[in-house]
């Protein structure tokens, strides 16, 4: 079982921009897929940003799409997501979840380790 630790939250304003990162323990972490989503107070968790193992195909909610990039280095088992634009209606806990397959999945079930999750507020 994979261990995954993110970092970067925080508070920032409306328009600024933010970069996540997600540690992962994890020899193999070359043959899957990763993700983010994310869970504001109240609602359910949802996909935000995913990648497929190569970090050549990506997958991104509409929400998000054009201001959002997530990228990974396996050689430093890292996955990476950068936030521009930021708006009100992003803020929630952010989470990186490792994939049970090499492709890009939308779906929970599709992810079989996380990580405990990083706060960003985005006040407007």
Known sequence: QAQLAESGGG???AG???RL???VSERTLSNYAMAWFRQAPGKEREFVAG???SGHKTD???SVKDR???SR???KNMLYLQMNSLKAED???YFCARGSVGTTRRGLQWYNDWGQGTPVTVSS
Request: with cysteine; net charge negative.
């Open 91 to 93: 803020s929630a806990v």
């Open 73 to 75: 280095d396996n050689a």
């Open 11 to 13: 508070l920032v304003q």
């Open 51 to 53: 990648i497929d193992w």
């Open 60 to 62: 991104y909610a509409a």
């Open 68 to 70: 959002f990039t997530v």
């Open 16 to 18: 600024d921009s933010l």
């Open 21 to 23: 990162s997600c540690v």
